[in-house]
């Protein structure tokens, strides 16, 4: 009844530490007894002044969004990846379908993988489909797109919310073009973007375009970049991916593209590397703009900054960056606009697990009763979600007409 809802086994260490951390704590709440060679390793590199580390071992706090849901989310050593009702005995990591639901995938999109490892990387790396959604509401009128680096199709679903039409999709994960294929059009294929051939299918795909605008969307893995990683070199092989991204779009000349990617491409080498990959996709015909979006202004439940750069041909009109609807925190310079949607609106309509339990077959425990909930389990469409247009229950709480756990119905969710 709910695909994909299922978490990863715990060890006894890893159930001791669990119990020992509450709703947005961290590592730092672990007493010392708990006999543990990873926790000691935190604790001396956060006295040597090598950061603190302030998400290891963390809990999801149940009124606030999630931090960015990355690759390893079922450890709970990597990240803020404990569920948020240490309450109600939930002493686990997120469910792959409740890390899917934080990245705004809807409950009837169904992963596929032959290992849990498979299908972390297809979430983890996916752009949250519903803020894919409003960069395609500011491109005009839909058209076709071609999808790049496309994953298990983030993009390309929030594309489709907005009307465009997927063409063709490549990516060189097997199992994300499976997933793809299953969900969404089926046009994925598997295929590595440094070969030739790979760009000459998807330039004759993108001839059958019938004189509709066509997009060119992706963004390559974002390893090299990201400073959640080990470390970050310009040297990097999967750094030169850009070039293949420029190299096709130069030969296909869409109407416009959207090159995604993490905040850590600002920084590498200085700023001097996202200058290169500017002036590669300037190279290629375009004017571009580069926007800095965090998901949680865009109603996604979950602090996710991205890098988007837009271009069009040289002369056109840039689109507008999309104006942020939704807060992820009280007192910031946006406290005027309604709170984002928190993790525990987001998920507790979802059935309780246990460590290593398979929650696919389970009911959901109550009817949806936040907007988010609606938009994922498709009672509410997403392009009404993001328009504003918001069911009478909505209104219930003062602190936010987006967040609507009415009153009462949490004793229906938590009993």
């Given amino acids: 009844m709910i695909p994909n809802h299922v978490c990863a086994s715990f060890s006894e260490l890893d159930l001791q530490i669990a119990k020992a951390v509450p709703p947005g704590g961290n590592w730092r709440d672990i007493p010392t007894s708990v006999p543990s060679d990873r926790l000691a390793q935190i604790r001396e590199s956060a006295a040597k002044g090598q950061g603190s580390r302030s998400t290891y071992y963390g809990r999801l706090h149940p009124e606030r969004p999630a931090y960015t849901i990355n690759t390893y989310y079922t450890r709970p050593g990597n990240g803020c990846f404990l569920h948020y009702d240490a309450v109600g005995g939930q002493h686990r990591t997120l469910s792959h379908r409740e890390a899917a639901r934080l990245q705004s995938f809807p409950d009837h999109f169904v992963f596929h993988g032959t290992s849990q490892r498979a299908i972390c990387q297809q979430i983890g790396n996916a752009v949250p489909p519903l803020l894919a959604l409003q960069i395609a509401q500011t491109l005009g009128e839909p058209g076709v797109m071609i999808d790049v680096f496309s994953g298990a199709g983030g993009l390309s679903l929030g594309f489709e919310w907005a009307g465009w039409q997927s063409l063709a999709a490549a990516d060189n994960d097997r199992h994300a073009v499976a997933t793809y294929n299953s969900n969404l059009a089926p046009v994925a294929f598997v295929g590595d973007m440094t ?95 580069l926007w800095r979006l965090n998901a949680a202004r865009f109603g996604v439940p979950q602090r996710r900054e991205r890098v988007i750069i837009v271009g069009v041909p040289h002369g056109l009109a840039a689109p507008v960056q999309p104006s942020s609807w939704t807060t992820p925190a009280e007192g910031d310079e946006l406290f005027s606009l309604p709170l984002v949607c928190s993790v525990r609106e987001a998920l507790a309509d979802l059935p309780k697990l246990t460590p290593g339990q398979d929650g696919s077959n389970l009911p959901y425990r109550s009817k949806a009763v936040s907007t988010f909930q609606k938009v994922m389990r498709g009672d509410l469409a997403p392009v009404a979600y993001v328009a504003g247009e918001l069911g009478i229950n909505d209104q219930a709480r003062q602190r936010s007409p987006l967040r609507c756990i009415p009153e009462g119905a949490e004793a229906s969710i938590t009993g």
């Avoid at 760009?199 to 060119?216: E, M, P, Q, S």
């Avoid at 905040?263 to 996202?274: A, E, H, P, T, Y």
Wanted: charged share 30%; proline share 3%.
């Fill in 195 to 289: 070969k030739e051939e790979v760009h000459d299918r998807l330039v004759d795909t993108a001839k059958n375009r019938a004189g509709r605008r066509l997009a060119l969307v992706g963004g390559p893995p974002c390893q090299g970049f990201s400073t959640g990683g080990k470390s970050r070199s310009v040297d990097d092989e999967r750094n030169g991916l850009h070039d293949r991204y420029a190299a096709l779009l130069a030969r296909l000349r869409p109407d416009v593209f959207i090159f995604e990617n993490v905040l850590g491409l600002l920084s590498l080498d200085g700023g001097r590397f996202v200058t290169r990959v500017l002036d590669g996709l300037k190279g290629a015909g375009y004017d571009v703009t």
